[in-house]
C-alpha cells in the first residue's frame, strides 16, 4: 500500500503544484492542451493538493488514510464514466494520458484497498 501512496504523492505532488501555481503548465503537461484555461484549474490543483498531503500521511497512517483511495476509486470512475467516456464516444478532446492513467489506477486500488478494515473502528 505504501507503494500506492509514493505514486500519489509523485503523481499529485506534480499536478496539484503546477495548477496552482503554475497553471499554464498544467494546461500543457496534465490536461495536454485540450482545455482553454480557466481559474478552475486551480480547484484541480487544490483537490490533488489534499490528495497529495494525505498520501504523505499515508506513509505514516496507511489503514487509516486508506480512504483517500477510496475516494480515487470513486471521483476517477466517476470522471471516466462521466467526462472521458463521453468525449472519446463523441470525437471530443480530453486529456487521454490522464484516462490512461485513471483507468490503471481505477483498475488497481480495488485490490489495494484494505476493505475488511476500511470502516471499522
Request: glycine letters at 4%; charged letters at 5%; zero cysteines.
Amino acid at each position: 500500500m505504501k507503494a500506492i501512496y509514493i505514486a500519489n504523492i509523485l503523481v499529485a505532488g506534480w499536478i496539484s503544484i503546477t495548477s496552482l501555481f503554475w497553471p499554464q503548465t498544467a494546461l500543457k503537461t496534465v490536461f495536454s492542451n485540450n482545455f482553454a484555461y480557466s481559474e478552475s484549474i486551480r480547484l484541480v490543483g487544490a483537490l490533488w493538493m489534499a490528495i497529495f498531503i494525505l498520501s504523505i500521511l499515508g506513509l505514516f497512517y496507511p489503514q487509516r488514510m486508506s480512504i483517500v483511495l477510496l475516494f480515487q476509486l470513486i471521483y476517477k470512475s466517476l470522471w471516466l464514466l462521466f467526462a472521458a467516456l463521453p468525449a472519446q464516444l463523441n470525437h471530443q478532446p480530453y486529456p487521454k494520458s490522464m484516462a490512461v492513467f485513471f483507468i490503471g489506477w481505477v483498475a488497481i486500488l480495488p485490490f489495494v484497498i484494505p476493505w475488511s478494515t476500511l470502516f471499522s473502528d
